[in-house]
């Protein structure tokens, strides 16, 4: 066999610059990359632009226009950025800014605000009445009463009127200051009894000489949260105190009643109500007794008084009218028809013989008159009547088939624990108090079935989302990759290497033919030097994977030994 010459082994992709592999490519290459990379950098700017979004924070809300447009031209001043919420109802700025925006603005005095205090006092203009002064002096006071009021957490706003008579020393009658007071509450707030209690007592201390009954209290509905000056609870109905003594007393009955039949039936297994009757009425009633009059020695001596009066001793003194009359001597009397004469007497005779006779004594006594004096006073918040109604599940019983079914409590289970409920409760049927026990099945409750599909459930919608921009990225990244630049880069890549006779002609296959096709090859001999097609199909096998990854870690080995075959004796 002639020499065959020496086929080297060649590389047609020399290092060269990006350049001069970018000007190989043909003309739809180069745009499809070209388009690739200018939408990946259009992407990473449109990342970079996104991430870097100005957040915005509110800076003020809930603001008159007045303050608004102040607000807006001072910002628009200080060049910084601002937006309107929806309606308008607040003004935002950058968040990084805000506090910074607000402590300037401060400075400036914004927002004013629709309420003012006592700094109305400090611009006093000269020429002012005295009766601006006092106006002005009202309204410092009702502004800063308002600041008071709104600082509660649950009012809104608030405003408050003040009605500051002229005080006169010559008004015989002074007439006293009262105040309104109209709140706006946050939705979903209220106020209890002692916070409309404390606006009251707020207000009447802040003004000299003002009862607390003279301060009412409104809402924004209208409706008169604190007392009348009649001393009756406002909105014409029950107080809200006795509302909520009588619903707290109903709940304490209730709780009586599952406390007391749960051990029994279960937790589960029991529902009560209880409804009180209470008397908040308050009532004063005065009894006034006499009991007839007694003895002498059995009643009380209260006073007594002795007068006793007496002629002088062994005188005897003129008596008679005094004239002309008295000074005559007596006169011989007449004899009686029937009788014996009397005897005469001188006008001095009659006073010596009636010195005892004068003697005059007077005695005055008063005696206790027995009387008893009651009043009674009926106390506020008394049960007048309770009424309760209880309802038991039927209890769950075992068959002999081990199955569980519902079962009827007994009369005579009912009549017990109905007469437990009586003395959990304090029955009384005096008063009129009523229980009313039920058994029968409860219903349980079934989870309706939500039919909506998984795809348009508020939960699935909300997750698509919050990944749809991630996902769409990674998508559109992965396009342009795959679609423009991966091509180009294939095409910018070195060839494979190829072989080549002494003359410079590839060998057609080159490598890879001696490979992939074994029709190609010469025929080899094995170590023992029997054919390879002599061997068994799984050593062959296996001397081919060896033969092919040799091949393709190594072709410059693989072409030096087809070169020695090529080059040796025939008996090689």
């Known amino acids: ?61 809930n603001l008159s226009e007045k303050d608004g447009g102040a607000i807006v031209a001072q910002l628009t001043q200080m060049n910084v950025p601002y937006k309107y919420t929806e309606g308008g109802g607040a003004i935002t700025v950058p968040a990084e800014r805000v506090y910074d925006v607000r402590l300037r603005l401060a400075s400036l005095g914004l927002p004013k605000g629709s309420v003012t205090g006592f700094e109305l006092m400090e611009s006093n203009r000269f020429g002012m009445t005295q009766f601006q002064e006092r106006l002005t002096f009202q309204r410092g006071l009702e502004g800063e009463l308002t600041r008071s009021i709104q600082a509660l957490t649950s009012v809104s706003s608030a405003r408050v009127h003040l009605a500051l008579p002229n005080q006169n020393g010559f008004f015989r009658e002074q007439q006293k200051p009262s105040a309104s007071v109209l709140l706006s509450l946050h939705p979903g707030r209220s106020l209890d009894r002692a916070q409309i209690a404390g606006i009251v007592h707020l207000v009447s201390s802040s003004v000299p000489e003002m009862a607390p009954s003279a301060v009412s209290v409104l809402d924004d509905t209208g409706k008169l949260l604190s007392k009348s000056p009649d001393g009756t609870p406002g909105a014409g109905g029950a107080d809200a105190e006795q509302l909520q003594y009588a619903q707290k007393l109903e709940q304490q009955y209730t709780q009586r009643i599952i406390d007391i039949l749960a051990p029994i039936v279960g937790r589960e297994n029991v529902k009560a109500q209880v409804s009180a009757e209470v008397d908040f009425s308050q009532t004063e009633s005065t009894s006034e007794q006499h009991r007839p009059n007694l003895s002498t020695d059995a009643s009380a001596v209260r006073s007594q008084q002795v007068v006793e009066t007496s002629g002088p001793a062994g005188g005897t003194g003129p008596s008679g009218v005094p004239g002309a009359t008295s000074n005559q001597p007596p006169v011989q009397a007449n004899a009686p028809v029937n009788g014996q004469v009397a005897p005469l007497q001188a006008a001095g005779q009659q006073g010596a013989g009636g010195a005892n006779a004068q003697v005059k004594r007077e005695s005055v006594t008063n005696y206790e008159v027995d009387k008893t004096v009651r009043v009674v006073r009926g106390g506020s918040g008394v049960v007048k009547r309770l009424s309760a109604a209880v309802v038991v599940n039927y209890q769950s019983a075992v068959d002999d088939k081990g199955v569980a079914t519902p079962k009827a409590l007994t009369e005579q289970q009912i009549a017990q624990m109905t007469a437990l409920v009586r003395e959990s409760i304090g029955f009384s049927q005096e008063r009129g108090d009523s229980v009313n026990m039920m058994n029968a099945p409860f219903l349980s409750d079934v989870a309706a079935v939500d039919n909506t599909p998984l795809w348009r459930q508020p939960a699935t919608l909300e997750l698509a989302r919050s990944l749809a921009w991630p996902i769409g990225v990674v998508l559109l990244v992965a396009l342009i990759l795959f679609g423009f630049v991966r091509p180009g880069l294939k095409a910018m890549a070195a060839p494979k290497e190829v072989a080549v006779d002494a003359d410079g002609n590839i060998i057609p296959g080159g490598l890879d033919a001696l490979v992939a096709d074994e029709n190609m090859r010469p025929a080899l001999t094995g170590p023992d030097g029997l054919p390879i097609e002599d061997l068994s199909p799984s050593a062959h096998q296996l001397r081919m994977d060896e033969a092919r990854k040799l091949a393709k870690e190594n072709p410059v080995a693989v072409a030096a030994i087809i070169k020695t075959w090529i080059n040796g004796d025939e008996g090689g």
């Open 1 to 61: 066999m002639s020499a065959v010459a020496e086929i080297p082994v060649v590389n047609t992709n020399p290092s060269t610059s990006v350049m001069e592999k970018l000007s190989k490519l043909d003309r739809s290459q180069r745009m499809r990359m070209g388009i690739g990379v200018a939408l990946l950098v259009l992407l990473c700017i449109a990342g970079i632009f996104l991430s870097q979004k100005t957040d915005y924070k509110v800076l003020y809300a």
